[in-house]
């Protein structure tokens, strides 16, 4: 089992900032890409941001130079922090790992989900 905690969300102002976080737990060997998606009403799911292990990044083009993801391998944590916030960034914000667990005589990777936290931008 693994688990993923999301904290962070609620109210921003628009122009301002909020600081999203993520932390895994349970049975994990090795976490591989880390990643942020956010979700509205009627919406698919979509990618903000992603992070390897090595620390390589990638921003959606609608989020670049606003908000930032990165990662505390040692705390099996990933962050997304929100600047420059606007109304379009309203979402439920998904946190999700690619987590590799050892298992007898295998090794298995599995795509785990946080339960979403939802961010909201109004004044």
């Known amino acids: 089992q693994v688990q993923l905690v999301e904290s962070g969300g609620g109210l921003g102002q628009p122009g301002g900032s909020l600081r999203l976080s993520c932390t895994a737990s349970g049975s994990i060997f090795r976490i591989e890409t880390m990643g942020w998606y956010r979700q509205t009403p009627g919406k698919q799911r979509e990618l903000v941001a992603f992070i390897t292990s090595g620390g390589t990044t990638n921003h959606v083009d609608s989020v670049k130079g606003r908000i930032t993801i990165s990662r505390d391998n040692a705390k099996n944590t990933v962050y997304l922090q929100m600047n420059s916030l606007k109304p379009e960034d309203t979402a439920v914000y998904y946190c999700?790992?690619?987590?590799?667990?050892?298992?007898?005589?295998?090794?298995?990777?599995?795509?785990?989900w946080g339960q979403g936290t939802l961010v909201t931008v109004s004044s």
């Open positions: 999700n790992a690619r987590v590799q667990q050892v298992l007898p005589g295998v090794l298995r990777t599995l795509d785990a």
